[in-house]
C-alpha cells in the first residue's frame, strides 16, 4: 500500500529535507521513525527539497510499506517517534500511481519578514528585517518575476545539473499584519534559491538600492555572475503542494493531466511524460488517441497495460506523431 504523508517542520536544527551522510536532516529522522514502526527498511519520497534551515507547514512524501495500518494509525504511531519540530499533518491511502515529486502541479512557497524590532519568539520563521523597506515599491518590482521566464540569474543550479532553467511564477502577493510581512509566490516548480533571491532582490528595491528595472536587466542578463543577493533561509517555508491527476506512472514515465503551461491543443486532456527530464513523449485525445513521438513509441507500449489496468473504460489507440 502507498501512503501520502503531509508534514510540517521547522527547519532551523536540520541539514535540509533530504537526508546526507553529514549532518541531521528532516528525511533521515522521519525514516528512523518509520524504522522503528516497520523494519521493511521503508524510503520515502519527497516532493522536492528544502535547504538547510527553511520550515515547511506542507511538505509531501509518499512511502510503501505491506503493514496493515489505518491511516490514522500511521500518523499516530509515526508522530509518537518524532521531535517536537517535526510534526506529520496528515497520512492519506493512494493509489501506486501517486507520486509526491513527479506528480506536482504548483507549489506555495511563502516568505516571511519581520519589519519591527528584532523579535526573538519568530526568528526561526521570519527573517528579522535590521532597516526599513518600502513594500508599494517592492510590489511593484514583483511583477518583473511573474510568468514564463529564464530564471539562470536567480538561481544556484548550473547549467550543467538543469539546462532549462525557464520555470513560470503563477503570482506573487503581498500580505501585511502589523510588523509581519508575507510575500507568497506560487508557481510549478522553483529552482534552488530561487524564491529567496527573487526575496533578496526585493529587499534591496524595497530599501532603495535596486530599481525595477535594474531586477529586471538581471532577470534577462541570466547571468550566474551578477545576483548577489539571497534572503535568509529562516524567512522561507513551503506552505502548499497541488498535484495533478495520474493516469499512470511506470519507473521512467508517467501520463498526466494537461495544463496550460503544456501548450498543447484543447483536444489533448492528457500528456505523456518522461519523469526525470520531463520530456512530453505524446498525448492523448479526448477520442482516446494516442499520439507518440518515434522516441516515445517503446516507453507508451510498456505503459499502455498499466493505463489499461487502472482505466478499463477508456479506449486507447497508439499512433506515431506524423
Keep these: 500500500m502507498r501512503y501520502k504523508c503531509t508534514v510540517a517542520y521547522e527547519g532551523a536544527a536540520y541539514c535540509g529535507w533530504q537526508r546526507q551522510k553529514n549532518g541531521r536532516s528532516v528525511q533521515g529522522v522521519v525514516e528512523d521513525a518509520l524504522a522503528g514502526i516497520s523494519n521493511e527498511g521503508i524510503r520515502i519520497t519527497g516532493a522536492g ?10 511538505q509531501v512524501f509518499h512511502f510503501d510499506s505491506r503493514m496493515e495500518l489505518s491511516a490514522a494509525k500511521w500518523r499516530g504511531a509515526i ?28 507549489k506555495q512557497y511563502d516568505y516571511r519578514i519581520h519589519t519591527g ?10 527573517y528579522q528585517c535590521p532597516y526599513p523597506i518600502d513594500v508599494e515599491r517592492m510590489k511593484d518590482a514583483a511583477e518583473v518575476f511573474i510568468g514564463r521566464h529564464d530564471f539562470a540569474a536567480f538561481c544556484s543550479n548550473s ?17 501585511e499584519e502589523g510588523n509581519l510581512l508575507t510575500i507568497s509566490y506560487t508557481g510549478a516548480g522553483f529552482l534552488r534559491y530561487m524564491v529567496r533571491m527573487m526575496t533578496g532582490a526585493l529587499l534591496e528595491c524595497g530599501r532603495g538600492r535596486l530599481s525595477k528595472e535594474e531586477i529586471r536587466s538581471l532577470l534577462e542578463g541570466k547571468s550566474k555572475d551578477t545576483m548577489r543577493w539571497n534572503a535568509p533561509a529562516c524567512g522561507l517555508t513551503l506552505v502548499k503542494i497541488d498535484y ?15 495544463v496550460p503551461e503544456d501548450n498543447v491543443p484543447e483536444e489533448y486532456r492528457y500528456v505523456f511524460l518522461q519523469k526525470k527530464t520531463q520530456q512530453v513523449l505524446g498525448w492523448i485525445a479526448d477520442n482516446g488517441v494516442w499520439t507518440v513521438t518515434e522516441e516515445g513509441m517503446t516507453s507508451a507500449k510498456t ?12 479506449h486507447i489507440m497508439i499512433e506515431n506523431e506524423h
Excluded: C, K
Excluded at 82 to 91: F, G, H
Design 159 to 175: 547549467f550543467a545539473e538543469t539546462p532549462d532553467q525557464v520555470r513560470t511564477v503563477e503570482n506573487i502577493r503581498f500580505l
Design 79 to 106: 508522530n509518537s517517534r518524532l521531535p517536537e519540530d517535526i510534526r506529520i499533518v496528515s497520512v492519506e491511502a493512494v493509489d501506486d500511481q501517486f507520486h509526491a515529486r513527479y506528480g506536482v502541479r504548483r
Design 117 to 126: 524590532g528584532y523579535d526573538v519568539f519568530s526568528r526561526n520563521t521570519a
Design 49 to 58: 527539497r528544502t535547504d538547510a534551515g527553511v520550515n515547511a507547514a506542507g
Design 244 to 258: 495533478f491527476r495520474i493516469l499512470a506512472a511506470d519507473r521512467d514515465t508517467l501520463i498526466r493531466e494537461t
Design 303 to 314: 505503459l499502455l497495460p498499466v493505463l489499461q489496468q487502472h482505466h478499463p473504460e477508456m
